[in-house]
């Protein structure tokens, strides 16, 4: 099985410019997860999306930050203008809903790694 | 607001030598504990998860225990490849996961 295929795999830009990052869950997972991972700190949610629809975004600074998942598989993170706060990785992550066969773990990509000058 | 905390945040130890990583947390309503392994430049990668307080999960050197208000990840006579941070995450009934800061195990030969 294809695990959760993430591009680009590092991005350097100038703040004040935009970028954005792409994700394909594994076939099949409903669920869709972008997470801001910080040196030294664990992932943080910024949206989950159900299908091609948002269950949660309160975390995601909606005045820089945009994310779509069409057609409900792959997905879309983009940011603009990037601040030099916005220097970190950039990790999706899809899931199956628990039940008898799934826990509800999360399948990660290996992520996008931004820095922001 | 949900929260995970994990200690300690660095754990050096020797080949063989055996220890815990402890997940504290506080959340209304659990529906899942789960254990995570990150290795540099990597997405973590799933370990353990566990349901009600009380249960026990293994896999090799590995141990989760979870009580009502945190989890342990027992490290039996770690090896060098065992280094990494290993994540904690709450998983509640709205659905959300939130992350602890995790733990960077380093195991030295």
């Known amino acids: 099985e294809a695990g959760v295929a993430q591009s680009p795999r590092y991005k350097i830009i100038e703040k004040r410019q935009s970028v954005a990052f792409w994700c394909n869950p594994i076939?099949?997972?409903?669920?869709l997860y972008w997470y801001q991972q910080i040196l030294g700190q664990g992932p943080k949610l910024l949206i989950q999306?159900?299908?091609?629809?948002?269950?949660?975004d309160s975390q995601l600074p909606k005045d820089r930050f945009s994310a779509e998942r069409l057609k409900g598989v792959d997905s879309t993170l983009k940011i603009q203008p990037a601040k030099l706060e916005d220097s970190a990785v950039y990790l999706c992550?899809?899931?199956?809903?628990?039940?008898?066969?799934?826990?509800?773990?999360?399948?990660f990509g290996e992520g996008s790694r931004l820095t922001v000058l | 607001e949900d929260q995970v905390t994990q200690s300690p945040e660095a754990l050096r130890l020797q080949e063989g030598e055996s220890s815990s990583l402890n997940c504290s947390y506080t959340?209304?309503?659990?529906?899942?504990l789960f254990w995570y392994r990150q290795d540099p430049g990597k997405g973590p990668e799933f370990l353990f998860t566990?349901?009600?307080a009380g249960e026990e999960k293994e896999k090799e050197r590995l141990k989760a225990t979870l009580t009502k208000k945190e989890s342990f990840l027992h490290i039996t006579a770690p090896k060098p490849e065992d280094s990494a941070t290993y994540l904690c995450?709450?998983?509640?009934?709205?659905?959300?996961?939130?992350f602890g800061d995790g733990t960077t195990l380093t195991v030295k030969p």
């Open positions: 992550a899809s899931s199956h809903p628990r039940d008898r066969e799934n826990t509800g773990e999360l399948f």
């Open positions: 076939s099949g997972h409903a669920t």
């Open positions: 999306f159900q299908n091609n629809g948002v269950v949660d």
């Open positions: 959340v209304s309503g659990l529906r899942g």
């Open positions: 566990l349901y009600s």
């Open positions: 995450a709450v998983n509640t009934n709205a659905g959300k996961s939130t």
